[in-house]
């Protein structure tokens, strides 16, 4: 189907739509939405939010370590040296103390999407974190890079700071912007949609480890 035909399609269907539901203003879905009944419990867990996470995280069979600011940069290079050689996609506005151990050539800034299947894994940051699910969201703003840079590499390695840490989702929720292009992360990428049997590094990396900033 040509891009004009796909364009004629669409425009179709959301006319058939719009005849049935009828056109609502950008005001009015506002105020629809905030009619939305919210008396729900916002927050299950009050104490040792971190300690949750960690464990959490852990049950997906992702590798979590906690390490303070001061042993960070040192956690990180140790976590790349062992996944032997080659390079990893790091983005832009990953902090370089971060890094500062690891030596320059284990370090590729920005890789287009191309080399991205080449190198031996990925290091970003992250906009937030889910103590109740164990979940890590990505909003790719400056340290974490576009999405593909946390699909494409079989390794992902995520340091997650102590404020970012969320005790339930709707606490998570309320500190992400819904306009940006969001990636939840529970765990490394796995399936089970083949005959029911675990299937990891389908739809993104095989392997995830984590370093927790208390």
Not at 57 to 69: E, F, K, W
Request: contains cysteine; aromatic residues 4%.
């Amino acid at each position: 189907m040509s891009g004009r035909a796909g364009a004629n399609a669409r425009e179709e269907i959301l006319g058939r739509i719009e005849r049935v539901t009828g056109r609502r203003s950008a005001a009015d879905a506002a105020e629809s939405y905030g009619r939305i009944d919210r008396g729900y419990l916002r927050r299950h867990h009050g104490e040792k939010i971190l300690e949750l996470f960690a464990e959490r995280v852990a049950d997906y069979r992702a590798a979590v370590r906690l390490v303070s600011a001061g042993e960070l940069p040192g956690a990180v290079a140790e976590s790349l040296a062992a996944r032997g050689g080659g390079a990893f996609a790091v983005p832009s506005g990953l902090p370089d103390e971060w890094l500062a151990r690891v030596p320059p050539e284990r370090i590729s800034r920005e890789p287009s999407v191309a080399d991205l299947d080449e190198l031996a894994g990925a290091v970003t940051g992250c906009a937030a974190a889910i103590a109740e699910t164990g979940t890590i969201v990505l909003d790719h703003g400056p340290g974490q890079g576009p999405r593909a840079l946390s699909l494409v590499p079989d390794y992902h390695l995520i340091v997650v700071t102590a404020d970012q840490v969320a005790a339930d989702v709707p606490e998570a929720l309320e500190r992400l912007d819904p306009s940006r292009p969001l990636t939840f992360v529970s765990g490394p990428s796995a399936t089970s949609d083949i005959e029911l049997s675990r299937v990891e590094g389908v739809h993104g990396p095989r392997t995830l480890e984590v370093l927790l900033v208390p």
